[in-house]
């Protein structure tokens, strides 16, 4: 198996068991960087945390991880 498939079956793996609190420790990342910027790239960063996470809950190609 080649070092990028390795890495995208932990990857995977880990979002499978762990969706829901990388979830949140997205969202917390999200909110810290809104209030530092004084909510000035808000719909960025919020239009950035949803791509992530659909990303990352694409990986194993379900819907299911990342709320």
Excluded: P
Excluded at 11 to 18: E, I, M, W
Excluded at 22 to 30: E, H, N, Q, T
């Amino acid at each position: 198996m080649g070092f990028l498939s390795d890495v995208k079956s932990k990857l995977t793996k880990a979002v499978d068991s762990q969706g829901e609190k990388i979830g949140d420790g997205l969202d917390k990342a999200g909110d810290l960087v809104d209030k530092k910027t004084d909510g000035k790239y808000a719909d960025k960063i919020d239009t950035g945390l949803d791509k992530t996470k659909d990303a990352l809950d694409d990986l194993d190609g379900k819907d299911d991880d990342i709320t």
